[in-house]
């Protein structure tokens, strides 16, 4: 099962913070979170998070969870289904280290959830696949509209691979 994901996260050269998460399932499934734990007062004022990701946040109680009941939610969500299991993100170095932190260390991630995040802009690269990528239909930097595009570009590069390689 293939899960595309993102986050958005606030880094300040020392912590990521995890603002929130989403995560879109191969088989349709999405999962959405905002961190109840993250503290927007320790964004300076004018930073880049504050015009592009919080007027974004849903701040709704279904939504609002602590850190620890979002790794429980995610680690629900990711072994739901049956494995193996494989996490997909853009640009998502930082998206996983926010992701495996959920859990503690790297080492404390639950059997069944990847120790690494396969990555569409990488694989862009690699292909050497330089045109228009497919457009985002909803907001950036929102993290379940942005999983839903990663989702979409997976798909997009599947195509343009196979159709360049018949």
Same mark, same amino acid.
């Given at each position: 099962? %293939? ?50 990701? &919080? ?8 939504? @609002?969870?602590?850190? %620890? ?29 926010? @992701?495996?932190?959920? &859990? ?11 120790? &690494?995040?396969?990555?569409? %802009?990488?694989?862009?690269?690699? &292909? ?23 989702? %979409? ?14």
């Amino acid at each position: 099962m %293939k899960y595309f994901y993102d986050s958005e996260f606030y880094e300040d050269g020392e912590r990521i913070h995890l603002i929130s998460i989403g995560i879109v399932a191969e088989d349709g499934r999405e999962l959405y979170l905002e961190n109840n734990d993250f503290d927007p007062d320790i964004v300076p004022a004018g930073h880049w998070l504050v015009d592009n990701v &919080f007027p974004w946040l849903y701040n709704q109680p279904d939504v @609002l969870l602590h850190k %620890k009941d979002i790794a429980e939610a995610v680690k629900e969500f990711i072994l739901d289904a049956e494995g193996p299991h494989e996490l997909w993100g853009y640009f998502s170095d930082y998206d996983h280290v926010v @992701l495996a932190q959920l &859990f503690g260390r790297m080492v404390d991630m639950p059997e069944g959830i990847p120790w &690494f995040t396969l990555d569409l %802009k990488q694989t862009l690269h690699t &292909f050497i696949i330089h045109c228009a990528l497919p457009a985002q239909d909803e907001v950036e930097h929102h993290a379940l509209a942005d999983a839903r595009w990663n989702r %979409k570009l997976y798909y997009w590069i599947h195509d343009e691979i196979m159709r360049e390689t018949t």
